[in-house]
């Protein structure tokens, strides 16, 4: 058998990933409905006052959005990982850390892209101001490849833990908090017109940081896990 | 052979490991109650109650050491980390799982006598000052390592896995820290370098010897718990074996 080139390797696991995602639909919602009913709790709980909403809304929206993919993220690897399918990529030949980064951008574009594209129905809900809104974006599509990333090596961590679920969140929010500090605060600058390009550009390092070191990382612990 | 590789050999070996701890650990434990003895007098009976803070400054002689081998012990576990997962020393991995729990005790103790000196200076146990949220992430830190460690039924797994995680969260440490400092800040500053009035003698002095001790402390408690640690993984291996038949009258 000849060995594939890197790159067909990546788009052939991105395919494959998008078939099973696509297979799975109705797994795929249950985080989002899980982000629109954490979001709906909070009027409920801290009370309807539209001003109050506004002020915790950037917030609200960000711990919705890290509950929702750390929800997502136990099963990343863990069906390869029990079918033996990713046994079977360790030894194709194939970087490790490339077939990790195929997994984490496919479960971005499963589990993160969609939190971006629901952000605004939630915006509304909390009644954020409408200059809030596209800062917000902004720092959901930076952020939640970010999440995705870091979060990938906490999956693979627990991927051979039985109840590896629970352990993912200690794991790994400790990690997410400069993210949610920034994006927050980047939001809450919008809404009253202060500058937010500092923090945008902060979360676009983290970004670029998490891209180069968090695929190495998780191969690393997926390795460790197959031992 | 090098006499410099085979000095790491043989600190690699557990058997070794296992009786030089022994022989050192009864010299630090002495160094560090000879050395908080001579602090903790100078603390009580030594330095002039500040003209601010009044009797609460001794507080800080337990509280800057803490917070300053809480932050150095996950920096070392990192260190360690990396030697354990490059050069696949056993050692390594079993003084990086020994270390989480006592830099997790060192932060508990920082946060707690921090606690306690708030409330009579800022009137409140707790703020969500920037010096005590990062401290409260470093034990959230600490507490992932010791969870990831326990949640694995093979002992060199676990610790291979702690240790990777330890230089994931070193990694992300400083970020943490100054993410968090930029967020909020309430803490008084630090009382050494810049350009501030600094400190006097009287009252550096006790806090360097704390600060000296506490590592004393560390070595002892990490050794102590090493040793326990290696006992339990190879309590099948002949060298174990050896050692109960010695002990036994």
Not at chain 1, 119 to 126: E, R, V
Not at chain 2, 20 to 44: D, E, N, R
Not at chain 2, 106 to 120: C, D, E, H, N
Request: hydrophobic share 55%.
């Amino acid at each position: 058998m000849s060995k594939q080139s890197a790159g067909t390797a990546f788009t052939a696991l991105l395919r494959r990933d998008f078939l099973l995602a696509y297979r799975r639909r109705a797994e795929l919602l249950q985080p989002l409905a899980f982000l629109l009913v954490v979001t709906t709790l909070f009027p409920l709980g801290v009370g309807p006052s539209p001003q109050l909403l506004a002020d915790i809304a950037p917030g609200v929206i960000w711990i919705a959005a890290l509950l929702a993919t750390v929800l997502s993220l136990d099963s990343l690897f863990r069906s390869d990982f029990e079918d033996g399918t990713l046994e079977q990529m360790v030894m194709s030949g194939q970087s490790l850390s490339l077939i990790a980064l195929s997994r984490i951008v496919s479960h971005w574009l499963v589990a993160g892209l969609p939190i971006v594209l629901l952000s605004p129905l939630l915006a509304m809900w909390m009644n954020l101001p409408g200059e809030g809104l596209s800062i917000l974006l902004q720092t959901l599509i930076i952020g939640t490849p970010v999440l995705s990333l870091i979060g990938a090596i906490g999956g693979a961590l627990t991927v051979s833990l039985k109840r590896g679920g629970q352990l993912l969140s200690l794991l790994v929010f400790p990690l997410y908090v400069p993210l949610l500090i920034l994006a927050t605060s980047a939001v809450g600058a919008a809404v009253v017109d202060l500058p937010y390009g500092g923090q945008l550009g902060l979360m676009f390092a983290g970004l670029i940081a998490a891209l180069t070191l968090a695929p190495f990382a998780t191969a690393a612990a997926l390795k460790l896990s197959l031992s | 052979m090098n006499r410099l590789f085979l000095f790491f050999h043989k600190t690699g070996s557990p058997p070794w490991f296992y009786n030089f701890s022994g022989k050192l650990i009864p010299w630090l434990w002495a160094i560090f109650l000879a050395m908080t003895a001579v602090a903790m007098y100078l603390v009580f009976f030594n330095v002039p109650p500040d003209y601010q803070q009044g009797e609460t400054i001794r507080i800080m002689y337990i509280h800057v050491p803490s917070a300053w081998m809480s932050m150095m012990i996950y920096g070392l576990m990192a260190i360690m980390g990396i030697i354990a997962l490059v050069w696949r020393i056993r050692i390594m991995e079993v003084l990086v799982i020994s270390s989480a729990p006592v830099g997790a005790a060192f932060t508990i103790v920082a946060l707690l006598t921090g606690s306690m000196w708030g409330r009579p200076m800022w009137g409140t146990y707790w703020v969500w000052d920037a010096r005590l949220t990062s401290e409260l992430v470093l034990l959230f830190l600490y507490f992932g390592v010791i969870a990831l460690y326990n949640a694995y039924d093979e002992p060199r797994k676990a610790a291979k896995a702690a240790s990777l995680l330890s230089i994931v969260g070193a990694v992300n440490l400083p970020i943490i820290y100054f993410s968090v400092e930029w967020w909020n800040t309430l803490h008084q500053g630090s009382s050494f370098g810049g350009d501030g009035p600094g400190i006097h003698p009287t009252m550096l002095v006790p806090l360097l010897l704390m600060a000296v001790s506490t590592k004393f402390y560390y070595g002892a408690n990490l050794l102590s718990r090493a040793r326990l640690t290696l006992v339990k993984q190879d309590h099948r291996k002949r060298w174990v074996q050896d050692l109960l038949e010695e002990e036994r009258p």
